[in-house]
């Protein structure tokens, strides 16, 4: 792979990742890339961004990321097309995502440049409502009642079925959040390739078990207004009875990859 323009984003706030992505701005750099920098990150040689959001504006090879899952989501979330990343766990938690730690970066570098690596791709979700579309979601978008005293009827439409019933809300996961707050809600753990979507009530009156569909489009219509959470990180808002649109995103989230795993998230959570 050729590495002409390359960004490298750090964790906010971080300041042993804001080191480590100096550190690989400067190994990119030596291999004559054009580097991008996101404030307050600042390297001789790189070009500064002030917000992540101007990653949008440029034809990128690559994004590097240093951080925890939060940074890969956020990336994610600012990259409407296929640019892969390169995942890094620097002052994250597990680094579910992540492939490689900082020691390993030469390596790695070297391995991308040889073309010794492979692209996982992975399903990203949407939500659509009163013809706004919002940004992408890799891991789950968490439809719930704004109202904390107030229980809503979730209308769940699929396909030509609908379910209906009072519950606190409903998240849609993809495959990469399976491990996630899906999961911590007695959902199962899929395989990332797949192409399904995971539908899982949060707090029904009457039971709802998990449902694993094809990842195509599922509405949501509540009777109180609610909140549209992305990825945990965005919050978005609906009007009551107002119709909430699931559909897969245009194109998937790219990782690049230097080792083949089988169920990638579970090892790293220790199954």
């Known amino acids: 792979m050729k590495l002409e323009n390359v960004a490298v984003v750090s964790k906010v706030g971080n300041k042993d990742s804001e ?4 550190d690989v701005a400067k190994k990119l ?10 404030s307050p990150v600042s390297v001789e040689g790189a070009k500064q ?3 992540l959001e101007e990653i949008q504006n440029v034809k990128l090879d690559l994004v590097v ?3 925890g899952d939060g940074t890969t989501l956020r990336v994610f979330r600012n990259l409407e097309n296929e640019t892969p990343i390169l995942t890094i766990n620097v002052g994250g938690n597990r680094g579910i995502l992540a492939e490689i730690t900082i020691d390993e970066i030469d390596e790695a570098l070297n391995e991308i440049l040889n073309d010794n690596f492979f692209l ?5 979700v949407t939500a ?5 579309e919002f940004p992408p979601a890799l891991n789950e978008i968490y439809i719930s009642r704004a109202n904390l005293t107030k229980t809503a009827e979730i209308e769940i439409k699929f396909q030509n079925d609908t379910v209906k019933q009072k519950m606190d809300g409903v998240i849609i996961a993809t495959p990469s959040g399976s491990t996630g707050h899906s999961f911590s809600l007695g959902g199962p753990i899929l395989h990332e390739s797949l192409d ?16 694993v569909v094809p990842d195509e489009k599922i509405e949501i219509i509540s009777s109180h207004d609610c909140n549209i959470a992305i990825d945990a990180q965005v919050v978005k808002s609906a009007g009551y009875e107002e119709s909430i649109i699931i559909k897969k995103y245009k194109s998937p989230a790219v990782f690049i990859r230097l080792k083949k795993r089988g169920l990638r998230q579970m090892s790293k959570l220790g199954f």
């Open 120 to 124: 996982d791709k992975r399903t990203r």
């Open 49 to 51: 961004m002030e917000e």
């Open 29 to 38: 750099l030596a291999k004559k890339a054009t580097v991008y920098t996101i």
């Open 196 to 211: 399904v979507l995971i539908i899982t009530p949060v707090a029904p009156v009457y039971r709802l078990a998990s449902l």
């Open 65 to 67: 990321t240093l951080g």
């Open 19 to 22: 080191n480590a992505a100096v």
């Open 128 to 132: 659509v409502c009163g013809g706004v």
